[in-house]
Every structure is written in structure tokens, then in C-alpha cells.
């Protein structure tokens, strides 16, 4: 039998000058788009709306300027600049300083620092350091949970937990091996700035804690193992590689910490003592610039008395600009003006 060859079946090319119907409809669909002219209106709108959010801001800031420096007008024709350098403070007879509540909140917000810094440092470096995997998590959400907690909640702790401990307990002890500085001096009242400072120190944990994890888990691993590799132990490698890297970091969170602490009110309020006197002893009562906001504006009925406590919302602002100025100068005091390599 002879073997017929099967005849290969036809397939007509599609014309390449008209091409099939799916390239006409592409065709005739791209090419409006591209022969069409592009609106510049979308553009236009969206840097418009971009330049007023920057503006915003700094909109915004002038108005709370312009009404504080309006509102303490009276005021700062009445005293000028010994407002902020006397400390009699008498309403009934309107003789009025700030100094009191400027020491009183200097000295609460540091005394916090001096307290939270460490711990939260050491919280952050155990979490992301040397804690298990498996408990990471939960330390972490443990230790933010206590940002979510309110002020005022925290001042009920204090008033019926840290008060009396304080009293009966921790300043005792402070007056009978510390008294000879003279920081410890003075009747155990429990309240009082050394009260003020620990509460804020438990407020602002969460915050630098929380800032200062994020900051080391960026730094780079190849950092921590150049470090063990060249034989230096866990705590070698842990402040050479990792703590010194991250520092500019570290100083940011601390100084969004004392932001928190130069500010906060409810919770101060309730165990400072508000009582507008400067004290050596961290035992007394004393008042800050927020505290003395929130207790006597409601009853400021007299125009001079008004404009006193306006006056000193305008310190209050001005305390933070400079904080925030001083808090740059520490940063560029660590980087020398060159952005950090391991921080991102």
C-alpha cells in the first residue's frame, strides 16, 4: 500500500495593514488616550490641597500664639518679666508668679526621667535582646497596654495604692538613709513631688519603651554579629553593637517622654499637693504650670487673675519649644549634623 501524505492543514495570516479584530479594538481603545490632552486641573488641585496641609500646621501653631500672647496681655503690663521670676502667689490681693509651677513641673518631669529612662531601656532591650520568641508578643502588648490606660485612672491608683506604700514605707526609709542630702527631708505625707515623679515615671514608660524597641530591632544583625565575633560578650555586644548604634534614636524617645510629662495634668494634679511653694525636699507638696491650670481656671473671676493663668499656659508653651530645642542640639550632639546609618 502507498502511503498518502495528509494534506497540512491551511491557516490564512491575519493582514498585518488591517490585523485581526482584537488589535482593532485595542487600537481603538489606546488611542484616544494617548492622542488625548492631559488635564492639569487634578494636579493643580492636589498640590494645592498638599501646600494647605503643610500649612496648615504652622497656621494653627500662630493662632495658639497670637491668642495666649493676646489673652496674658494684662497681665504682662502688670508684672513683665518678673512673672516668671517671683513665687508670691495670691489671688485675693492679684500678686501672681510663675516660678513655683515652672519648678514644680521641671522638677516632676525630670525626676520621671530619672526614674523611667532606665527601666524602659531595659524593658526594650530584654524584649528584643534576650527575651524567648514566644513571649515577645506579650511583653510588648503588656507594656503598651499601659499607654492605653487614662490619667485620671492612674491617679486613683496613686491616691489609694502608691500614697499610703509611699508613706508608710518607701519615705521612712528614704529620710532615715538619704535625709543628709537634703533631697529627703521633712514629714512622710506620701504625696508630694517625689509621688508626682513616680506617676509620671509609670506614664511614660509605655512611650519610651515602646520607641526604643522599634529603634533597636532596625539596627543591623551584621552589627551584633561583628561584635560577638570578635569575642566580646552578650553585654559587650549589646552596648557597643546595638545601644551605641541606636542612641539618636534612644534620645528621641526619651524626649517624647518628657513631652508627655511636661504636659500631663489629671494625674499630677491628684498627688503633687498643689501647694505653689518651692521646696528642696522631694517630700513636700508642690504645683505645676498644668496642674494649676486645671484647678484655678474655672475660678479666675477677675481679669488680672485670667490673664495670670494664660500667662502661664504660655510658659508651659514656651518650657516645651525650649525642651524640643535642647532635645535637637542632644540629637545633633550624637550624629554631628550626618543622619543615622542604623536607625531607620
Known sequence: MSNHAVPRPRFE???PEHGTKAALKIEDTTAPLLDGKVSEVPDALFAGAMRFCGFAV??????????????????????????????????????????????????????????AVPLSVGVAVFITEMSPV?????????TELL???????????????????????????????????????GPPYGIGMLAAGIILAIMIIPIISSITREVLTVVPQHQREG????GATRWEMIRMGV??????????????????????????????????????SL??????????????????????YLSALIEIGLALFLVTIVVNA???????????????????
Open 134 to 142: 514566644s513571649l515577645r508578643g506579650i511583653l510588648s502588648f503588656t
Open 283 to 304: 517630700f513636700a507638696p508642690g504645683y505645676t504650670m498644668a496642674s494649676v491650670l486645671a484647678n484655678e481656671f474655672t475660678e479666675a473671676t477677675g481679669d488680672l
Open 227 to 230: 561584635v560577638l565575633a570578635l
Open 13 to 15: 495570516a491575519p493582514d
Open 58 to 115: 504652622v497656621g494653627l501653631l500662630a493662632l495658639i500664639v497670637y491668642q495666649l500672647v493676646i489673652g496674658s496681655n494684662l497681665s504682662w503690663h502688670a508684672f513683665g518679666w518678673k512673672f516668671f521670676g517671683t513665687s508670691d502667689w495670691n489671688p485675693v490681693e492679684d500678686q501672681y508668679g510663675a516660678l513655683p509651677f515652672i519648678y514644680g513641673t521641671l522638677v516632676s518631669s525630670l525626676l520621671s526621667l530619672v526614674i
Open 243 to 280: 545601644l551605641r548604634n541606636a542612641r539618636a534614636g534612644i534620645v528621641g524617645a526619651v524626649i517624647l517622654g518628657l513631652g508627655r510629662a511636661l504636659g500631663e495634668t489629671m494625674a499630677v494634679t491628684m498627688v503633687i499637693g498643689n501647694r505653689p511653694e518651692i521646696a528642696k
Open 147 to 185: 499607654a492605653a490606660i487614662p490619667s485620671v485612672v492612674y491617679g486613683l491608683w496613686a491616691i489609694f495604692v502608691l500614697v499610703p506604700i509611699l508613706r508608710l514605707y518607701v519615705q521612712p526609709f528614704l529620710g532615715k538613709t538619704l535625709g543628709w542630702t537634703g533631697l529627703f527631708t
Open 326 to 344: 535642647l532635645a535637637r542640639l542632644m540629637v545633633w550632639s550624637v550624629t554631628r549634623g550626618q543622619p543615622s546609618k542604623t536607625v531607620a
